[in-house]
C-alpha cells in the first residue's frame, strides 16, 4: 500500500508541475480596447505600442516626457526617459492629461514615476474628441513643465 501512495503522489507531482509549465509556441494574444474603452489599460497588454508614434514632448533637461498614440486603439500615454542616473534629489513623475476641448477642463489625467535611469510608461487614456498633452513634475520643487496640447 505505501509503495502505491508513493507512485500516486509522484504521478500527481508530475501532473501538476506539467500543467504549470506553459507549451512552448504558445501565443498570447493581446486584448483590444478602442477609444475612451482603453482608459486606464496598458497599452502594451493591449497591443496599442505596436502602432504607436510621438505627438509631442517636453524636457526639463534631464527628463523626457512624451505623448505616444496609438491609431488602431485611439489612445494616448505618456513615456518618461531618464537616460543617465542622477541630476535630482526628488522623484520625478510623467502625467499624460485628457482635456475636453483646446485647453478646456481636464477630464483625467494619469502619471508614472520616472526611473533614475531609465524609461517607462503609464497606463492609456482613450478618445479622439479629446485634446491630450503630457507633463513633468518634480516632488521637491512643486515645478511642473508642459507640452503643448495635440
Given amino acids: 500500500m505505501r509503495r502505491f501512495l508513493t507512485k500516486t503522489a ?5 501532473a501538476v508541475t506539467a500543467a ?19 482608459d486606464n489599460l496598458g497599452p502594451v497588454s493591449y497591443g496599442c505600442d505596436l502602432d504607436a508614434v510621438t505627438k509631442k514632448s517636453v524636457s526639463d533637461g534631464f527628463t523626457t516626457a512624451e505623448l505616444r498614440w496609438s491609431a488602431k486603439c485611439q489612445a494616448a500615454w505618456v513615456r518618461v526617459k531618464k537616460p543617465e542616473s542622477g541630476g535630482y534629489w526628488w522623484d520625478r513623475y510623467g502625467h499624460i492629461e485628457k482635456h475636453n476641448g483646446y485647453a478646456g477642463p481636464l ?3 494619469l502619471s508614472v514615476r520616472v526611473p533614475d535611469p531609465g524609461s517607462d510608461w503609464s497606463n492609456m487614456l482613450g478618445g479622439s474628441g479629446y485634446y491630450y498633452r503630457v507633463c513633468i513634475s518634480d516632488s521637491g520643487t512643486g515645478g511642473l513643465t508642459c507640452s503643448g496640447y495635440w
Fill in 10 to 14: 509522484a504521478v500527481s507531482a508530475a
Fill in 20 to 38: 504549470l509549465i506553459p507549451l512552448a509556441g504558445t501565443s498570447y494574444a493581446a486584448g483590444s480596447c478602442s477609444g475612451a474603452g482603453c
Fill in 107 to 109: 477630464v483625467r489625467s
